[in-house]
């Protein structure tokens, strides 16, 4: 008996250890996508290769995303989006692009990951996104300065049309975060280290309670045993 109930303890510690991954993953949308050939992202055009996309954990909103190398060892660059809204949810990691011009790479235009209806839209600086907007004829989001990447949330957004207009960007996309993607309240900042505070303890709370009992009871046995 004591012997089972061991086995049962370690089956659940390692549930726990391998959900843990699991939850922070679907937290920071980190994705890993392989590109065959250049693509454009706002600010730089990336080789082709594998890279790590995932969400930055802000005081802010969630629409911050850094692209790493694959083994997540060189931060490439940091990017401001919006949201961007399907009817249906993405099966799948769905990758969507400007109209790419003959001989020009690809330009990364919005990002959806497995299970949602919604997703990033890139936002370009002002100059590139009025050439996208005209090339493609609909209204790209644009940054309206340049600022440094820890102060990206700052940055004034307009929507430029494909006249090189500029009309505000809650007029031309819908900005409003969707269900559960509330602005993180954490104190740490860091990628690699902040947790979302909205997340309820009460699951750990349980299996913790959960493991006492067991770990109480194997003890009991085994002492009466002995005691025979």
Do not use: C
Not at 105 to 124: H, K, Q
């Amino acid at each position: 008996i004591f012997k089972a109930l061991l086995v049962g303890l370690m089956i659940l510690v390692g549930a726990a250890i391998l959900a843990a991954p699991a939850g922070a993953d679907a937290w920071n949308k980190k994705t890993k996508l392989t590109f065959n050939q250049p693509v454009e992202v706002p600010g730089m055009v990336l080789p082709a290769g594998t890279y790590t996309f995932k969400l930055l954990p802000t005081m802010g909103s969630r629409n911050v995303v850094q692209i790493y190398n694959e083994d997540e060892t060189k931060l490439f660059t940091t990017i401001l989006t919006i949201y961007n809204y399907r009817l249906t949810p993405a099966e799948d990691t769905l990758i969507e692009f400007h109209e790419r011009q003959a001989g020009a790479p690809a330009a990364l235009r919005s990002w959806f990951y497995p299970g949602d209806n919604f997703g990033r839209e890139f936002v370009y600086p002002k100059t590139r996104a009025v050439q996208l907007a005209q090339e493609e004829r609909v209204p790209v989001p644009a940054e309206t300065v340049e600022v440094p990447a820890n102060k990206l949330e700052t940055v004034p957004l307009v929507a430029v049309t494909p006249e090189a207009k500029e009309e505000p960007i809650t007029e031309a996309f819908e900005t409003t975060p969707p269900q559960g993607e509330a602005p993180l309240v954490a104190q740490n900042t860091s990628a690699e280290t902040a947790l979302p505070r909205t997340a309820s303890p009460t699951p750990l709370i349980a299996l913790i309670g959960f493991i006492s009992i067991i770990l109480g009871l194997g003890v009991k046995l085994f002492i009466g045993r002995n005691r025979v």
